[in-house]
């Protein structure tokens, strides 16, 4: 005899409410649309469990739950220009780093939250007003286009330049952009950006 409360009978059956019984023929109905398969545990009322037919893989990139170097070696070469989504506790950038320098990269490391206009600051002569703390005239400078300056450093047998650009989710969707067309306007460069976690 089952007490009152109780969610399991004398057998081991589950005692269901009426209730309940409409909220899981629903909830079975749905899911059965969707494709998913439900399980009812036993002596523990509605406990689900659910499966489905994807993996970890599907959701967060295959190359984030196994290193794959060599189809990232190919993606550089094909695609030139990258956005990457690192996970939180690091590594896998380093390894894709160290892989580039080996093949005979040489890099330029930008943050984009101090980047400013990246057309202007890579490719054009730019104005730098520095801080003054009061009583120091305004001054500007102008540097050269910081990508044809490291460009025209490269050793003889490098391989390419690597713009390598952390921070790289606040950049609007123009500033990307320009970054992705970057490689067509300066065939030696290869962009990488990492846009997040």
């Known amino acids: 005899m089952a007490a009152a409360g ?3 009978n004398g057998v081991g059956q589950p005692v269901i409410n009426p209730r309940w019984q409409q909220q899981l023929w629903l909830r079975k109905r749905a899911t059965a649309m969707r494709g998913v398969e439900r399980k009812e545990s036993r002596c523990l009322g509605m406990r689900l469990v659910i499966t489905c037919g994807i993996g970890l893989g599907d959701l967060i990139g295959g190359d984030l739950v196994k290193l794959d170097l060599g189809s990232w070696l190919s993606d550089v070469e094909e695609h030139k220009a990258l956005a990457i989504y690192t996970p939180h506790e690091g590594g896998y950038e380093g390894r894709y ?43 500007r400078w102008y540097f050269p286009p910081e990508l044809d300056y490291r460009l025209s450093l490269l050793p003889p047998n490098a391989k390419g330049l690597v713009v390598w650009i952390i921070e790289a989710k606040v950049l609007s969707k123009s500033e990307l952009q320009f970054l992705a067309l970057l490689p067509i306007l300066r065939p030696n460069v290869r962009v990488i950006a990492e846009c997040g976690n």
């Open 6 to 8: 109780s969610l399991c």
């Open 97 to 139: 780093f160290t892989r580039l320098r080996y093949q005979g990269y040489h890099f330029l490391d930008l943050s984009a939250r101090g980047l400013g206009d990246p057309e202007t600051t890579l490719t054009k002569i730019h104005p730098v007003c520095p801080a003054h703390v009061g009583k120091q005239p305004i001054a």
